[in-house]
């Protein structure tokens, strides 16, 4: 929200570093694990929860700026910082697994949504 919300308000984007991953998971995946929770009883304890992929925000800001017809601006500094959830503890407890990929056209059903 707050790169589209700068693009559309055309102020600037302030990100400190375009080169971490993150793993951004879908809210549809997210109610689909809700879902078989609720129905599912499993053990007590810490799950992990995500997509179990990493993307960078520089490749989540460009795809952002295209849909908006905007230029990228983004330094390039690499720090390889990545934040992965290891959902193998959760699929191994409810078999899910997240559906929906991260990428242009999800994206684009997001910022119409």
Known sequence: PYIINNLKSNKKVNIKNFDTKNDFIHI???ADLI???IRKKIKSGIYNVGSGNVVSVRYVYKIICDIFNKK????L???NIAFKADITKIKKATNWKPKIKLNKHTLINIINA
Request: net charge positive.
């Open 35 to 37: 879902k078989i929770l």
């Open 72 to 75: 990228t601006n983004m330094p």
């Open 77 to 79: 500094i690499k720090k």
């Open 28 to 30: 549809d995946d997210i």
